[in-house]
C-alpha cells in the first residue's frame, strides 16, 4: 500500500493563477480531508468528504473547490491564487466514521507570490 | 479563537529522560483527544487517542492524562529517545455523526532530544 499519496511535493504560483492538488489514497477508505498548516496556527480543515460524492465545508472553506468522484481522489481546486494561501497542505483518510485516527499524506508546500 | 492551545512551543529533554507535553482545550464539549507526531517533510502520524470517559491510556512508552475538570491533558514520554525528535500536535474533537474529520489542532510542540 502507498498509503495517502499528494502530488506536487512543492509549487509555486503567482497572485491570481489556478491550480488543483492531487490527493489519492489505495486503502479504501470512505472518508478523506483536507488541512492547511500556517506557523503558529497548527492544522486548520478546509473540506472533507465522507464518501464519494459527498463533500462539507470545514473551518477555512473560502478559495478552495473540492469534489469527489471516486473513493480513491480527493483533489483540491485553488480557483484564484492569494498569498495567503501560501502554506503547506495535507490531505487525510480514515476509514470510518468511528475512526478519529487519520493517515496523512506527506504535504504539498505552496507559495503564492 | 483556537480552541485547543499547546502553550508551549519548544521542549528540550535528555535521552533517557520524561518528556511531559501540555495541551488545553476551552470547548467543553469535546469528548475525543489526539496526538500526532510530525517529522520534516513528512505528514502527522498518529501517536495516541484517549476518550473523555478515561482519565489515563498507555501505549509502551507513551501515556496520555486527560484532567477534565481542568480541560487539560497531557503527552509522557518515557524515557525519551532521540527519534523522539519530532513536533507534536494535540487535537480534539466531539464524537458526533457530524463532526467526523473536525479536528481541532493545537499549534504544536517542537521536541528535542539530545544525547
Known amino acids: 500500500n502507498a498509503g495517502v499519496t499528494q502530488t506536487p511535493k512543492f509549487q509555486v504560483l503567482k497572485t491570481g493563477q489556478s491550480m488543483t492538488l492531487q490527493c489519492a489514497q489505495d486503502?479504501?477508505?470512505?472518508?478523506m480531508s483536507w488541512y492547511r498548516q500556517d506557523p503558529g496556527m497548527g492544522l486548520r480543515l478546509i473540506h472533507y468528504?465522507?464518501?464519494?460524492?459527498?463533500?462539507d465545508q470545514g473551518e477555512v472553506p473560502n478559495g478552495y473547490n473540492v469534489s469527489r468522484s471516486t473513493t480513491e481522489d480527493f483533489p483540491l481546486r485553488l480557483l484564484s491564487a492569494a498569498p495567503s494561501q501560501t502554506s503547506v497542505y495535507f490531505c487525510?483518510?480514515?476509514?470510518?466514521?468511528?475512526?478519529?485516527?487519520?493517515?496523512f499524506g506527506p504535504g504539498t508546500r505552496l507559495t503564492v507570490t | 479563537d483556537q480552541q485547543v492551545k499547546q502553550n508551549s512551543p519548544s521542549l528540550s529533554v535528555q535521552e533517557g529522560r520524561i518528556s511531559i507535553l501540555n495541551c488545553d482545550y476551552t470547548?467543553?464539549?469535546?469528548?475525543?483527544f489526539l496526538w500526532y507526531k510530525k517529522y520534516p517533510a513528512e505528514g502527522p502520524t498518529f501517536l495516541i487517542s484517549?476518550?473523555?470517559?478515561?482519565d489515563k491510556n498507555e501505549d509502551g512508552r507513551f501515556t496520555v492524562f486527560l484532567n477534565k475538570s481542568a480541560k487539560h491533558l497531557s503527552l509522557h514520554i518515557v524515557p525519551s529517545q532521540p527519534g523522539d525528535s519530532a513536533v507534536y500536535f494535540c487535537?480534539?474533537?466531539?464524537?458526533?455523526?457530524?463532526?467526523?474529520?473536525?479536528?481541532?489542532f493545537g499549534a504544536g510542540t517542537q521536541v528535542v532530544v539530545t544525547p
Open positions: 487535537a480534539a474533537s466531539v464524537r458526533t455523526t457530524d463532526s467526523w474529520g473536525k479536528l481541532q
Open positions: 470547548n467543553s464539549m469535546f469528548d475525543y
Open positions: 468528504s465522507v464518501g464519494a460524492g459527498i463533500t
Open positions: 484517549i476518550s473523555s470517559i478515561k
Open positions: 487525510a483518510s480514515s476509514y470510518s466514521q468511528e475512526t478519529y485516527e487519520q493517515y
Open positions: 486503502m479504501n477508505h470512505e472518508y
